[in-house]
Structure formats: structure tokens, C-alpha cells
């Protein structure tokens, strides 16, 4: 594998002679999921990210491949059965990061067995031959031997079933890998300041700005293709100032606790909460997600912060039915994540709802905009989308091939107990690059698994920047274990400083920056040791 050379991308970028087919704005699972497509088509295909890919909504999921459950309860029989059958292609295409999960839905009431096995039942028979498993009734000793730690009182029994869970940022850089292997350019810190027009008013290019540079380029496209989450309504008021919002955004959070809390391999589902919400506790790599929460806000950003309000609903939450009550103290980071849910219809002659599951909407001057949707859907929304950017940019058609496409790293055999199975068909490589430094093979924190090389790896094969790259979306230490990842910082800074060149100054606000953002993945300041 040769490793990514920026500036040789750059150079290439800039040298303005590549005649772009089209340009993608936004590295997140849409963005990412339309650059394999195009690319993998055979188009030429350029994606352009902000910051870092996943830097958005995509690295705060709560990390499940899944149909969706409450969808099912909704009715919404279309966009579950579209869901199952794109977490079966998952599993087979990101083999390495896909897992199949078992849930258990404990009952407190007499009538939630059957209730729940019927439904979960009708759920399996829509995945058809891509099923992971048929749902099962069990006593209530087989949930209490399932979940060790589920409060035990008036707890008649319990629903088994499968569904699948992953590395959402890890994925994502994978798809950026494999994006790069079909022929695309891909390239993070790199912001859409302004769309260009033709003299009809029709979009044919962006001007881009290169965020570690300051330097601007301008370039020119066939088809461009607005896939920034709840960032849409920005892009698209540069093509029409007035324009009405597309987006309301609505902030989904998490808490990471030990996985005392909840020891074992099964998942917790509680289908209806007190104020009719679903939420999960599923074991992540080796500590325990539980969330999430949905409250409609006004603002976005990319560091969105979790409201008190709803850490404490988390919280309350995760005491009723856990025997062990989380504390504050207990939580090892919190997250949030901003939903990009499609506001209602715009009203356009050109808007076109291609799904219920996600919109895609062409406007007049031919910018193209994919919104909504969920992980799970992520190829699929690739494929409508560059089916719409073939017909509004005339390329000739090519059939799409991402059904069957192995994404970089893809491979069924993984040991999970070594926690460098992430890397799937890369891991032995990453081995072997261990044994070109002594110090490589150290680990960066006592707590945690990770170990020197894969900052290395980072740098060289996976597009990472900085420190906040690596300890976030390379290695999910910040959202594994905060305190821990503001400990690791100095040596993560130091690894990258030695590989990019860089001086004890950007080391320093490496280390300050990224530890200051960190603090907001607390509940309590933390003063690391000196
Ligand atoms: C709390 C929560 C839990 C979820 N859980 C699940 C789950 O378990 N399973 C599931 O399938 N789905 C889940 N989802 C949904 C899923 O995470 C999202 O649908 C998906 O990540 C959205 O991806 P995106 O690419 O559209 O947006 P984003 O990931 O936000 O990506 C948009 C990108 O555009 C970039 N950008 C913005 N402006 C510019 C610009 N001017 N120039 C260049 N780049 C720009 C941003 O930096 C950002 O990286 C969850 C969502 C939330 C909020």
C-alpha cells in the first residue's frame, strides 16, 4: 500500500487540468457513500471535506446497522425492509466492522413477550434472505443470565433479536480508502466557500479553500452534489440566498459507561421509555453506549454539546432498568449528534422525494442535495444520488457496482479479541510496520489497547491530520474514554509531529486544542497529571 501523499493531491488539484465529472461537498456517510459510487462507475469524482472525515454526525451514531425497529412500530414497512436489506450488504462488504448483534428487550409487562416476538418476527421476515437470525421469547432467567446487571423486579421475560453494530468512523475512513482505490480524489480540510455559475445560471464548479494553507481554488465540474448532513441549508443559499431551510436538525446523545454496568455480549433495548422513546446500551469494543435522545434545536455546529437535560434522562433512565446506577463520575464521555431530519416539503416544482428514508432534491440551478437517510442506508443514497447527477449533468450511464464492492479492509475472519481486527485485511500490514520502531509496539495509554503504530498508520494510510484525527476517529479513545485521550495527547502529538514535519509549536496547540475540546466529552473538568 502506498502511503497518501497530500501534497501530491493537492498539486494535482491545483494544476486545474482535470475535467471533474462530479464534485462531492462533505465527507460524512452521504458524501463518502456517493464518492464510492461515482468513482467505482468509472466517473472522474472529487469529494471535498470541511474538516475530517466523519468529523460530523457520521462518528456520533450509536453505532448500529440496523432495519430500525421503531420504524416498524411507525408502520413504515418500505423503508425498514430497504434498511435490512442494506445491513445485509454491510455485513458482507465491511466484514471486518460489521457485526451481528443479539438484543434483548426485557419485559415488565405480562403481554410484551408475545407483543414483541410477533413484531421482531414480521422484522426478521422483511430482511428475507439477508436475515440475521430469527427472534426468540425467553424466560426471565435466560435475560437474567443474558444481562447480569438488568433489574430483576417484576420482570416477566424477555425478546432475543438480531441486528447489526459497528465503527461508524471507521467505516467511514475505509470508504474514503476505497473511494481512492476506484479512481476518486478525496480530501479533508478542505472547505466549499462558494458555488460558480454559468452565464444560464446552471452550477458548474466550486471554489474550495485549503484549511491547512489558506490557499483557494476554483473548480470546475459537471454535476455538483451538496451531501453536508445539517449543514445542506449553507450550501444551498450560496446557490440562492432566500432559499427556505431544508433541515431542522435534532441532537441525539450518549453516555459511555464500564461495561460493569452491563458485563456480557448481548444488547439492552427498551422499546418505549418513559416519555415513549427507544434507547440501547450495546457494548462497544470494550465499554458500553448507552443513549440516545432526540430534542429538535436551532443551531448546529460540529462540536455539538449534550444538554443537561438530556444526560440526565440518559442517566435516569439506565438506573431504572440497570441494578447498578451510573453516576456522573461513572461516565467515561459523552456525545452528541446532530440528526439532519428533512424539513417538510419545500415547495419547489423540482423537489423530487425519491424515499422516505432520505430526500434528494435537485434545484433549479442543478445542484444536486442528499439529506436525511441514516449509516445504514449510506450506499443506497450513493446510488440515487449519482443516478439524479447522471441525468442532470448528461454523463453517459453506467451501471452501479457498489451491491457487490468490498470497502477497503473488508474481511470475515477477524479475531475481535485483538482490537486491531478494525484494520481487517490491513492489520497484518500494520504488524509489520510495528516491527520497523521498537517504540511502535508500546502502548499510548494503560487503559486503553491502542498501541504507537497506529498513530503512524494513521498519518500514512488513513488521511489523519492532526491529534483530535487520530485519538477521535482513528482510535475512538474520545469517545471511549475522554480522560484517557487527553492523556494520550502529548505522545500522539509528538508520534505526528515526527512523521509530517511539524514543530514543538504546532505540538503545543495540537496538545491544548484537543484537549480543550475533550473537556466538553466530560461531565467534570479533568486535570491531566503533569
Ligand atoms: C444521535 C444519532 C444516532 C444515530 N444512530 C444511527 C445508527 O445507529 N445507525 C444508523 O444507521 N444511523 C444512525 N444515525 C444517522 C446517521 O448517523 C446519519 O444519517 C449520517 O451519519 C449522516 O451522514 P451525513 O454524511 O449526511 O452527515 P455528516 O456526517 O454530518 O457529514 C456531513 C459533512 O459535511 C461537511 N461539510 C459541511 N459543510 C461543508 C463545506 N462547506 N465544505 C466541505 N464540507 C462540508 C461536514 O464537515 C461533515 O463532515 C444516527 C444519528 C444521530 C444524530
Request: charged share 25%; net charge neutral.
Amino acid at each position: 500500500m502506498n502511503a497518501i501523499k497530500r501534497e501530491d493531491i493537492v498539486a494535482h488539484l491545483a494544476d486545474g487540468k482535470k475535467a471533474w465529472d462530479v464534485v462531492i461537498i462533505g465527507g460524512g456517510a452521504t458524501g463518502l457513500g456517493a464518492a464510492v459510487d461515482a468513482a467505482s462507475r468509472g466517473y472522474q469524482t472529487l469529494l471535498l471535506e470541511q474538516a475530517d472525515f466523519a468529523k460530523g454526525t457520521s462518528s456520533r451514531s450509536t453505532k448500529l446497522v440496523h432495519g430500525g425497529v421503531r420504524y416498524l412500530a411507525q408502520g413504515d414497512i418500505g423503508l425498514v425492509r430497504e434498511a435490512l436489506y442494506e445491513r445485509g450488504l454491510l455485513l458482507k462488504n465491511a466484514a471486518h466492522l460489521v457485526k451481528n448483534e443479539s438484543f434483548v428487550i426485557p419485559n415488565y409487562e405480562w403481554w410484551g413477550g408475545a407483543f414483541y416476538t410477533i413484531g421482531l418476527t414480521m422484522y426478521d421476515l422483511l430482511a428475507g434472505k439477508l436475515g440475521f437470525g430469527r427472534a426468540k421469547h425467553i424466560s426471565k432467567d435466560k435475560v437474567i443470565s443474558k444481562l447480569g446487571t438488568i433489574q430483576p423486579k417484576n420482570l416477566y421475560g424477555g425478546v432475543v433479536y438480531h441486528d447489526g453494530q459497528f465503527d461508524d468512523a471507521r467505516l467511514a475512513v475505509n470508504l474514503a480508502q476505497t473511494a481512492l482505490e476506484q479512481g476518486a480524489t478525496v480530501l479533508n480540510y478542505f472547505k466549499v466557500v462558494n458555488l460558480t455559475k454559468a452565464a444560464d445560471g446552471k452550477i458548474n464548479g466550486v471554489v474550495v479553500c485549503d484549511a491547512e494553507t489558506g490557499e483557494s481554488y476554483t473548480i470546475k465540474s459537471k454535476v455538483v452534489i451538496n451531501a453536508t448532513g445539517v449543514f445542506v441549508d449553507e450550501i444551498l443559499k450560496m446557490d440562492k440566498p432566500e432559499v427556505r431551510p431544508m433541515v431542522r436538525p435534532s441532537q441525539g446523545v450518549h453516555i459511555v459507561l464500564d461495561r460493569s454496568f452491563m458485563p456480557g455480549e448481548d444488547a439492552l433495548m427498551i422499546p418505549k421509555t418513559d416519555d415513549g422513546r427507544v434507547l440501547f446500551a450495546v457494548p462497544w469494543h470494550d465499554k458500553l453506549v448507552v443513549g440516545t435522545t432526540d430534542t429538535p434545536i436551532d443551531e448546529h455546529s460540529l462540536e455539538p454539546s449534550a444538554l443537561e437535560t438530556e444526560i440526565d434522562f440518559i442517566m435516569r433512565t439506565a438506573a431504572k432498568y440497570l441494578v447498578k446506577a451510573p453516576t456522573r463520575k461513572d461516565v467515561l464521555s459523552v456525545f452528541a449528534g446532530l440528526r439532519p431530519l428533512a424539513a417538510p416539503e419545500s415547495g419547489s416544482s423540482k423537489t423530487k422525494e425519491i424515499s422516505r428514508s432520505h430526500k434528494l432534491i435537485v434545484s433549479d440551478s442543478n445542484l444536486v442535495t442528499i439529506t436525511g437517510g441514516k449509516w445504514t442506508t449510506y450506499r443506497r443514497m450513493g446510488e440515487d444520488t449519482i443516478d439524479k447527477a447522471i441525468e442532470i449533468g448528461g454523463l453517459s450511464p453506467i451501471p452501479n457496482k457498489t451491491k457487490t464492492l468490498r470497502i477497503h479492509g473488508s474481511k470475515t475472519d477477524v479475531n475481535r479479541e485483538d482490537h486491531l481486527y478494525v484494520y481487517g485485511s490491513d492489520q497484518e500490514a500494520l504488524s509489520a510496520l510495528a516491527k520497523e520502531n521498537p517504540g511502535w509496539s508500546k502502548k499510548l495509554h494503560p487503559r486503553m489497547p491502542y498501541t504507537q503504530v497506529e498513530v503512524i498508520w494513521g498519518i500514512r494510510y488513513e488521511f489523519a491530520r492532526s491529534v483530535e484525527d487520530i485519538l477521535a476517529r482513528r482510535v475512538r479513545a474520545l469517545f471511549l474514554d475522554a480522560r484517557a485521550a487527553i492523556d494520550m495527547a502529548p505522545i500522539v502529538a509528538k508520534l505526528i509531529a515526527a512523521e509530517l514535519n511539524k514543530d514543538d509549536v504546532w505540538q503545543q496547540q495540537q496538545v491544548n486544542s484537543f484537549s480543550q475540546m475533550a473537556q466538553t466529552y466530560l461531565l467534570e473538568p479533568y486535570l491531566p497529571k503533569a
